[in-house]
T-cell receptor, first 116, second 116 residues
């Protein structure tokens, strides 16, 4: 079964510093990987996805993620954190079923706290 | 210009009651989903519909009954509400059909259900 793991419940970083939110995956076949962000009392917003192609994927709000097949990782990064980036971040992987339907399997989420 | 909307945003009710949550998307997408986010922020798919046809039912109790009158709407009816049903319920949509899973899912703002 496909799965993703987010090993950190919370990441703390100072404003202006680079940030990394970690995600590792376990899939059979080619991974389709996604990052979403959830601001307090809001729905999930799409940040970026990796389907194929360049290992470095650029997304919304200055975020990017690096797909690393050998380490089965898809870490989310930003060169310079903003206080407004403070939110809950979810990594997700596509799971395709026997009947060809698919669903997203989400990680447990990582809370990012950017301090001024 | 809301893409995926849900009503109501908040729902407080007594155990044993029946309630419905409505979802509408104006993106022209073929597939819609219901997710449940528990108190620990863990997010899991419940149902998926493609062109009004149920394609995923993730072992959800049959007290939960989704209904899709057309491909722009996916409603969730819950019978005999229990304390454990308290959660945030998110609707989402994507352009995907079965077998693909490349397309981004767009989420609604969520419905916060509290069962007393």
């Amino acid at each position: 079964a496909q799965s993703v793991a987010q090993p950190e419940d919370q990441v703390n970083v100072a404003e202006g510093n680079p940030l990394t939110v970690k995600c590792t995956y376990s899939v059979s076949g080619n991974p389709y990987l996604f990052w979403y962000v959830q601001y307090p009392n809001r729905g999930l917003q799409f940040l970026l996805k990796y389907i194929t192609g360049d290992n470095l994927v650029k997304g919304s709000y200055g975020f990017e993620a690096e797909f690393n097949k050998s380490q089965t990782s898809f870490h989310l990064k930003k060169p310079s954190a903003l206080v407004s980036d403070s939110a809950l971040y979810f990594c997700a992987v596509r799971d395709i079923r026997m009947d060809s339907s698919y669903k997203l399997i989400f990680g447990s989420g990582t809370r990012l706290l950017v301090r001024p | 210009d809301t893409a995926v909307s849900q009503t109501p945003k908040y729902l407080v009710t007594q155990m044993g009651n029946d309630k419905s949550i409505k979802c509408e998307q104006n993106l022209g997408h073929d597939t819609m989903y219901w997710y449940k986010q528990d108190s620990k922020k863990f997010l899991k798919i419940m149902f998926s519909y493609n062109n009004k046809e149920l394609i995923i039912n993730e072992t959800v109790p049959n007290r939960f009954s989704p209904k899709s009158p057309d491909k722009a709407h996916l409603n969730l009816h819950i019978n005999s509400l229990e304390l454990g049903d308290s959660a945030v319920y998110f609707c989402a949509s994507s352009q995907d059909g079965p077998g693909r899973g490349q397309e981004t899912q767009y989420f609604g703002p969520g419905t916060r259900l509290l069962v007393l």
